[in-house]
């Protein structure tokens, strides 16, 4: 299996509370992102990270930010949670397939919940 | 954006059937993975293709690069292929990754 572990695996928060999830890599791969999936929506892209310090939103990403002060860690943060925030997130990472590898592997996801 | 899509969006078959999962996307891309998703569980990527075929076991899966489509296929299926089948496409430059919305495979024994 990759080295690739989230916590927490499961949280529940209040509503208005700020809750940080981590996501840690073995596999020093440059890609890291952070999805959320629910029923009917799939797996949607909240942040990504190409870089230490380099980050960019995706598609889901109000509400949330991201830090990645070191290769190995990609950190997600609600700022304040809302019960819409209820989901299961997945940790993802990459690497660049013009360096001959291209594989994607995924954490064993964080189900939050807010009330 | 790279749009992705796959079909069908739910597939009930009898244990031995031969099973076809279909993705196409919009934009170019520099590889396809195809993942799988137990009940619960987590997410493993079965394969990762740039071009032509690779196969795994009962598992098979194509990409036409000219067409943007790929397919995954199941031979002999089994109650344990049950999942949700996930096609998930990475895009030229930013490398982003871009999920379809899943298949959901249930094989009746």
């Known amino acids: 299996d990759a080295g690739i572990t989230q916590s927490p695996r499961h949280k529940v928060t209040e509503t208005g509370t700020p809750v940080t999830l981590r996501c840690h890599q073995t596999e020093n791969h440059r890609y890291m992102y952070w999805y959320r999936q629910d029923p009917g929506h799939g797996l949607r892209l909240i942040h990504y990270s190409y870089g230490v310090k380099d980050t960019d939103k995706g598609e889901v990403s109000d509400g949330y930010s991201v830090s990645r002060s070191k290769t190995e860690d990609f950190l997600l943060t609600l700022e304040s949670a809302t019960s819409s925030q209820t989901s299961v997130y997945f940790c993802?990472?990459?690497?660049?397939?013009?360096?001959?590898?291209?594989?994607?592997?995924f954490g064993q996801g964080t189900r939050l919940t807010v009330v | 954006k790279n749009e992705v899509e796959q079909s069908p969006q739910n597939l009930t078959a009898q244990e031995g059937e031969f099973i076809t999962i279909n993705c196409s996307y919009s934009v170019g891309i520099s590889a396809l993975h195809w993942l799988q998703q137990h009940p619960g569980g987590g997410i493993v990527s079965l394969f990762m293709l740039s071009s032509g075929k690779k196969k795994h076991g009962r598992l098979i899966a194509t990409i036409n690069i000219q067409e943007k489509h790929s397919s995954l296929h199941i031979t002999a299926s089994h109650p344990r292929d049950s999942a949700v089948y996930i096609c998930a496409v990475l895009n030229f430059g930013n490398e982003k990754l871009t999920f379809g919305t899943g298949t959901r495979l249930t094989i009746i024994p």
């Open positions: 993802a990472i990459s690497e660049s397939t013009d360096r001959g590898r291209g594989g994607a592997f």
